[in-house]
């Protein structure tokens, strides 16, 4: 991301570096989040009061030169540190994005195209190297774009060391498990090269075309230039493009998104069938409406559960979707299905003016037990507990039919809330809104739509000086969904509290619908309702005809 000019300075919106505060945005699963912080790190080095004798001894038992040389540089930070002594926007930035997900140990593990999502607002495929049918195409289509509409990252599993015993095995130098940056790609003379960077700044590919290998003939030497790469220990090296289809197993390609498109979407609360019901469409499905023809990507959603991971359910789900054209039965184009651990799946496609219909098919493994909640509340830290609770209500809360009046009590009240004035006047307006919220009739109809273009450099720079006003013109829900029949006042009985109900079935999904700003789209979301015997009668007429 640093490559690419101008990518930074969109997610660091603001800063002050004579005070030490830093403003940060992240896109977390349907608005821009602002997120404060101050520049204080931690630092493996210990302060030099901590020191044993002996070790106060080796810098002459002077304060001033330890901290000098020991606790100044870069390399003491605990965290991430940059390649280059004094530069600071890597750690800050990680500061950031674990404030955002409630500390650092929320960062472990992942896929690194969903960081790239909430760093810019962009949409990741993982795309698999065996799936590359036309090589030539792929070069041109996609890489060759690299850093100018899109990102590119490439990654392999990490190696079974059963068999050779040793955990450290690597491909070529090459390290699995772990997430490398595509530079650019260059062809010349004839040969076409990715030039790729390791992170961590070391750890380089020692196959061919690797730093001093036998291929750099001094014929070779001048493509050095035109690669933009010099030899040296510093992460960054240089792949021919067979190879790199060859020993990458997975290409993670973030699009990015400029002022000329908007992004619609809706969120739903979808109680899946329960198991052994078996695995197929029919549980939730979105209609889109589009004004005149336009380009769209479409992305269908988990939310974003870093924050509240320890609680986020009893079940991890996979999905995938098709769309139709209403009322025709040839499918448009139809998404990869997902693995458990991604967020989303999405599918690009031109799309007519009209109506078209987003079936979308959910699958689940149970990962915890019956009541993991409340044994779990035995264990854990009532003041850590008290803080991801309410993040999990939050971010649910953006679905359309969630229940506010039940969850209410989970979320913190902020203080513009209470400003200027005193409890007993709060809590009769509270009651009487409360008393008109549940007597209120909602009517069927078509849901907002939130429309949102990626923000541009003024309006990120507001949105740190005014954080809630930001929150405010961004997050947009719809109307209660349409269901499949009138039975919602038995499923509302169903549900009861929330705190009683089983997650099992349980997923928050969001639809999101980006095209050209000229054409936004409109999203509406249907649920499924207990209609056991119509399903039944669907089923039996769909022997034969799953996708």
């Known amino acids: 991301m640093s490559t690419t000019k101008g990518l930074?300075?969109?997610?660091?919106?603001?800063?002050?570096?004579?005070?030490?505060?830093?403003?940060?945005?992240?896109?977390?699963?349907?608005?821009?989040?602002?997120?404060?912080?101050?520049?204080?790190?931690?630092?493996?080095?210990?302060?030099?009061?901590?020191?044993?004798?002996?070790?106060?001894?080796?810098?002459?038992?002077?304060?001033?030169?330890?901290?000098?040389?020991?606790?100044?540089?870069?390399?003491?930070?605990?965290?991430?540190?940059?390649?280059?002594?004094?530069?600071?926007?890597?750690?800050?930035?990680?500061?950031?994005?674990?404030?955002?997900?409630?500390?650092?140990?929320?960062?472990?593990?992942?896929?690194?195209?969903?960081?790239i999502e909430d760093l810019t607002g962009g949409v990741t495929s993982f795309i698999l190297t065996q799936d590359v049918l036309d090589p030539d195409q792929f070069w041109h289509d996609e890489l060759l774009k690299a850093h100018e509409d899109r990102l590119?990252?490439?990654?392999?599993?990490?190696?079974?060391a059963a068999r050779s015993g040793n955990p450290n095995s690597t491909v070529n130098g090459l390290?699995?498990?772990?997430?490398?940056?595509?530079?650019?790609?260059?062809?010349?003379?004839?040969?076409?090269?990715?030039?790729?960077?390791?992170?961590?700044?070391?750890?380089?590919?020692?196959?061919?075309?690797?730093?001093g290998s036998k291929e750099w003939t001094p014929e070779w030497l001048p493509a050095l230039q035109v690669l933009g790469h010099s030899f040296g220990d510093d992460g960054e090296f240089v792949m021919e493009y067979k190879d790199f289809l060859e020993n990458w197993e997975q290409i993670d390609r973030t699009l990015l998104f400029d002022s000329s498109w908007v992004m619609s979407s809706q969120w739903l609360k979808v109680t899946s069938r329960p198991l052994p019901a078996a695995w197929g469409f029919g549980d939730v499905s979105f209609t889109?409406?589009?004004?005149?023809?336009?380009?769209?990507?479409?992305?269908?959603?988990?939310?974003?559960?870093?924050?509240?991971?320890?609680?986020?359910?009893?079940?991890?789900?996979?999905?995938?979707?098709?769309?139709?054209?209403?009322?025709?039965?040839?499918?448009?184009?139809?998404?990869?299905?997902?693995?458990?651990?991604?967020?989303?799946?999405?599918?690009?496609?031109?799309?007519?003016?009209?109506?078209?219909?987003?079936?979308?098919?959910?699958?689940?493994?149970?990962?915890r037990p019956e009541g993991y909640l409340e044994q779990g509340l035995d264990v854990w830290n009532d003041r850590s507990y008290a803080r991801i609770q309410p993040e999990r209500v939050k971010s649910q809360s953006i679905a359309s039919n969630f229940d506010i009046i039940t969850e209410a009590k989970y979320l913190s009240i902020s203080l513009d809330t209470l400003a200027g004035q005193d409890l007993a006047e709060l809590e009769a307006k509270v009651a009487a809104s409360t008393k008109a919220l549940k007597s209120e009739t909602v009517p069927e109809g078509t849901p907002k739509v939130a429309v949102e273009g990626p923000p541009t450099a003024e309006g990120?720079?507001?949105?740190?000086?005014?954080?809630?006003?930001?929150?405010?013109?961004?997050?947009?829900?719809?109307?209660?969904?349409?269901?499949?029949?009138?039975?919602?006042?038995?499923?509302?009985?169903?549900?009861?509290?929330?705190d009683e109900e089983d997650d099992v079935d349980v997923v928050f999904l969001g639809l999101r619908v980006y095209t050209h700003r000229q054409s936004p789209?409109?999203?509406?979301?249907?649920?499924?309702?207990?209609?056991?015997?119509?399903?039944?009668?669907?089923?039996?007429?769909?022997?034969?005809?799953?996708?």
Not at 179 to 197: H, P
Not at 335 to 354: D, I, M
């Open 521 to 547: 789209a409109k999203v509406e979301g249907q649920l499924r309702h207990e209609i056991i015997t119509s399903f039944s009668g669907l089923a039996i007429g769909s022997v034969g005809l799953q996708f």
């Open 460 to 498: 990120m720079a507001e949105a740190v000086d005014d954080e809630d006003e930001d929150e405010k013109d961004i997050t947009h829900n719809g109307d209660t969904p349409k269901t499949s029949d009138d039975s919602s006042e038995h499923n509302a009985d169903k549900e009861g509290d929330s």
């Open 288 to 367: 889109i409406s589009l004004p005149i023809a336009s380009d769209a990507v479409i992305v269908l959603s988990k939310l974003d559960e870093r924050y509240f991971g320890p609680i986020s359910g009893r079940s991890k789900w996979s999905l995938d979707f098709v769309v139709f054209r209403q009322g025709e039965v040839k499918p448009v184009i139809s998404s990869s299905p997902s693995l458990l651990s991604s967020r989303s799946v999405n599918a690009e496609v031109h799309l007519e003016a009209g109506e078209y219909i987003v079936h979308v098919r959910l699958d689940r493994e149970i990962i």
């Open 152 to 160: 590119f990252g490439c990654s392999y599993n990490t190696l079974n």
């Open 175 to 211: 390290i699995g498990g772990h997430a490398y940056s595509v530079l650019r790609a260059v062809e010349y003379n004839g040969k076409r090269f990715v030039v790729i960077r390791n992170p961590w700044g070391a750890t380089e590919w020692t196959g061919p075309w690797s730093d």
């Open 8 to 115: 930074i300075e969109k997610f660091c919106v603001a800063r002050d570096e004579q005070v030490g505060v830093y403003g940060f945005i992240f896109f977390r699963d349907t608005a821009w989040v602002v997120v404060i912080i101050d520049d204080l790190l931690f630092t493996s080095i210990p302060k030099f009061e901590e020191l044993r004798a002996s070790e106060k001894q080796l810098y002459h038992n002077d304060k001033e030169t330890y901290n000098k040389s020991a606790r100044r540089s870069g390399k003491s930070l605990y965290f991430a540190k940059s390649g280059t002594n004094g530069e600071t926007w890597v750690p800050l930035i990680e500061k950031a994005y674990a404030k955002l997900h409630g500390n650092y140990d929320a960062l472990d593990g992942g896929e690194a195209g969903e960081a």
